[in-house]
Each structure stands twice: as C-alpha cells, then as structure tokens.
C-alpha cells in the first residue's frame, strides 16, 4: 500500500502544534507567524529521508523533537520514537497517562516516554531489546561529559547510515533551566571540538538559533 502526504497536511500539522505556546521554545528557530519550524524541518527530512524503523531522542522541554520525528515516522507509514527524559526541570513528563495524552493530542502516538536518565535507561530491559537506532538526537544536559555518555552510550546501537544529532551544541551558554541555584554553562560544543578531532566521524553544524551538529561515522 502506498503512503501519501501532501504538503497541506504537514502545514495544517504544524499549524495545530503552534496552537500550543510552548512548541515555539528552546531554541529551535521556530517561528509561529509563518508556520515555520525553523530546525525543525531538518529533523522532519531527515526522518522522512532516512527513514529509520527507531528514532531515539533525549531530553525535550514540552516534546518539540520527539513530536516533529514522530510525525516524519507516522508520515512514512513505520517507526517510533523514544523519548528519554527524566522530568528534572518540572514534573510534565512524571505522569505516564498525561504523557501519552500530550503526544496523542497532536496527532503523533508513535512516541514512547521513558521517565529516566540515560544512565539509568542503558541498566533497562527497553534498552537491551531495543533496535537499530537511525536517529539519535542528543538535548539533554548540555554538558561535555552528559552530551558524550549520550552519544556513546548509543554507539553500539547504531549503524553505518545512523545520524546524530546534537543540540545547543554551537558555543558556551550560561542556563538557569535547572533553577537559579543550579544553573550552568552548556559545554556541548567542547564534545563537538573533539569529534571533529577524531578520523572515526564526520561533523557537520549549522550555527542558526542555539545550534545545531550532526554526526555520522566516516565511510570506512
């Protein structure tokens, strides 16, 4: 059976997903007046382009990533994603039922929450049984050594083709998302510094809103 999506039903998608303020946050370069999703389209091509059977992305303040990868996997008939975030910055992600009717209500159900950290996830059953990872996207504390457990910790999931995509990843930035008493400094882009350095990727970043690298190995 063929599956069809027309450049209309995308827009009126996004067009309903804007009607939730906060789907226009955290430095994606969205922009609302002219339904544009600004970073976002690259990670919806991409999903579309690659088509990956699972998408894995880690931390999202109200589900932006997740939900535009969700809608490029539903859009290609097949896939998931899962969602790994531990609701450290409020309790939106705690309750399981709330979860599911959040992503539900824009139309993408393809979403599975886990409520852990990544180093808590990897110790998991899910972990173990999980797939080949086509997609990684790497939001979650933005520090050198989080945004490399991340990435590693993934490694043995991917294949050749598997993209990485890192987050806030363009230069240092102080944040308060904590609380002002647990604020820090994004040290993402330091990460990116050393795979740049390293023969085994390939490193490509666009510098528009809070930045945006990807990563893949390097043809053998």
Same mark, same amino acid.
């Given at each position: #059976? ?5 450049? *209309? ?13 906060? #789907? ?9 007046? &002219? ?6 389209? @690259? $990670? ?17 303040? +109200? /589900? ?19 969602? @790994?975030?531990?609701?450290?910055? &409020? ?15 824009? /139309? ?13 996830? =990897? ?11 086509? @997609? ?13 457990? &991340? ?6 999931? !991917? ?5 990485? *995509?890192?987050?806030?990843? =363009?230069?240092? +930035? *102080?944040?308060? #998302? ?12 330091? $990460? #990116? ?14 510098? !528009? ?5 990807? =990563? ?5």
């Amino acid at each position: #059976m063929r599956f069809e999506v027309t450049t *209309l039903e995308v827009q009126d998608w996004i067009d309903r997903l804007y009607k939730d303020p906060s #789907m226009a946050e955290m430095g994606h370069g969205q922009t609302v007046a &002219d339904s544009n999703l600004g970073l976002g389209w @690259i $990670y919806y091509a991409l999903g579309r382009a690659l088509k990956p059977q699972i998408a894995v992305v880690i931390g999202s303040y +109200r /589900g932006f990533v997740p939900l535009v990868l969700g809608k490029a996997l539903l859009d290609n008939g097949f896939g998931e994603v899962h969602f @790994i975030d531990p609701s450290l910055v &409020d309790d939106f992600w705690k309750e399981r039922k709330s979860v599911r009717d959040h992503f539900c209500a824009h /139309g993408v159900p393809n979403i599975i929450h886990h409520l852990a950290t990544t180093e808590e996830f =990897v110790e998991t059953e899910a972990y173990k049984a999980l797939g080949s990872v086509g @997609i990684l996207f790497v939001d979650g504390y933005h520090s050198e050594e989080h945004a490399r457990f &991340d990435h590693e910790a993934f490694l043995p999931k !991917m294949h050749a083709e598997t993209v990485t *995509l890192f987050h806030d990843s =363009v230069r240092e +930035r *102080l944040t308060r #998302m904590y609380g002002d008493d647990q604020a820090y400094v994004h040290t993402v882009c330091h $990460y #990116m510094d050393l795979l740049r350095e390293d023969s085994r990727f390939e490193v490509a970043t666009f510098p !528009m809103a809070d930045g945006l690298t990807l =990563v893949k190995r390097a043809p053998l």
